[in-house]
């Protein structure tokens, strides 16, 4: 009897192990945590971002190396995207490859400056490892590159040889210009984080804590040189400023900006959630990344328990100027996809100019009210709106 409760109290300390191991592998971690976000200094900000290895303040030079070489990727996508698990605008900027179908490790990524590669982030799919770096070349203003697919070998070796299970903490003096690993198949992560100049569009930032990187997302063109801001404007396909993208669209009061399910611990999502349903619990009212005109309506759990995200068929009321007295409203929901100056569905060209469309039928029906200005009602149906009449005993409660 005494082995048998020695095994199973064997089995459960696995069990808790292992999911101990799961959260920390859900997604990237801001450094150092905390419970606040209020008062913070900027040179807190990014001691926290940095785990504490930075110096000085400001922007003592501009970064002047593309992340690839411009004969290497296509275009810029610029910030804001909402797909898949993503539901809320992400962070991020993509480099994309000239040929989605090369090998993983085709094509060099580069230092953007003089600067100190503190972090080294792994994560293994059915693909491979891929990497998350973070660079930093004051106290205030850093970058960072995710999906590496490999290391230089002298960034490999430290890495080998850096603190930590999940996020190797290391501490690499980079040139601009190295090479500090490669890429292939897929598109290149990267973003600036400017801890000075806080986003302004998140109503409650503390709802970020679980990736406050994001309050510091910082439109790149401003931190470039001459020379490098010419050459990713060339590859750019937004048009309609800020041309780098946009993620933070919370007007309060109102229904455009990001919202989460209530009980939920902001992006956090609900406790003990795996890596790919975090999200579950966002919902998004949010301008296209490349058309802003339209707006997409980006769904973690829609009428199937899926992710969606759609365009209203008449592309109307807009978001920003629903509020409390606007009671109950209903959008009919599509699929939509960029469309380029011939007519035809865009797929990752160099091209400006593009706009939106609708596809195939109406896929479905979203209803929301604001209840105050800072909790809303939704629920999503899989039928069109002219076959709903109200909310169901399943509609859900969103706050922000």
């Not at 480099?95 to 094509?107: G, V």
């Amino acid at each position: 009897m005494k082995k048998i409760l020695l095994i199973l109290l064997g089995l459960i300390v696995l069990v808790i192990a292992f999911m101990a191991i799961a959260r920390a592998l859900r997604r990237p971690k801001a450094g150092v945590q905390g419970n606040q976000l209020s008062g913070t200094s900027p040179e807190r900000a990014g001691r926290d971002l940095s785990r504490g290895k930075c110096s000085g303040s400001g922007v003592p030079y501009k970064l002047s190396v593309s992340p690839m070489k411009l004969e290497d990727f296509s275009i810029i996508i610029p910030y804001g995207l909402v797909v898949g698990n993503h539901v809320t605008p992400i962070d991020h900027q993509y480099f994309s490859p000239k040929n989605y179908q090369s090998p993983r490790d085709a094509y060099e990524v580069r230092a953007m400056a003089d600067s100190r590669l503190v972090e080294i982030q792994p994560r293994t799919n059915e693909r491979g490892t891929e990497y998350r770096m973070v660079f930093v070349v004051s106290c205030t203003f850093l970058y960072y590159y995710d999906l590496v697919t490999s290391l230089a070998p002298d960034i490999k070796a430290a890495y080998d040889n850096g603190k930590g299970i999940f996020n190797r903490e290391v501490d690499i003096t980079v040139q601009a210009g190295q090479v500090i690993g490669r890429i292939g198949g897929q598109t290149l992560d990267f973003a600036v984080w400017d801890t000075t100049k806080p986003l302004t569009g998140f109503v409650v930032p503390e709802h970020y804590l679980e990736e406050r990187w994001k309050l510091y997302t910082a439109d790149p063109l401003d931190y470039y040189t001459d020379e490098l801001r010419t050459l990713a404007l060339s590859r750019y396909i937004r048009t309609v400023p800020p041309i780098s993208g946009k993620i933070d669209y919370d007007i309060d009061g109102k229904l455009i900006g990001n919202w989460f399910l209530e009980g939920s611990d902001g992006y956090r999502g609900l406790k003990d959630t795996d890596q790919q349903n975090y999200s579950k619990t966002h919902l998004a009212f949010v301008p296209n990344h490349v058309v802003p005109s339209h707006f997409m309506i980006s769904i973690g759990e829609n009428w199937s328990g899926q992710f969606g995200q759609y365009i209203d068929v008449d592309n109307t009321p807009d978001p920003k100027d629903i509020g409390v007295e606007s009671g109950v409203v209903k959008y009919d929901l599509i699929m939509g996809e960029l469309v380029g100056a011939n007519g035809m569905a865009w797929h990752n060209t160099l091209e400006t100019g593009l706009t939106m469309r609708s596809v195939q039928s109406v896929a479905g029906c979203a209803i929301v009210q604001m209840l105050e200005s800072r909790k809303i009602k939704f629920e999503s149906f899989g039928q069109p709106c002219t076959a709903v009449s109200d909310f169901s005993r399943a509609v859900k409660i969103y706050t922000r």
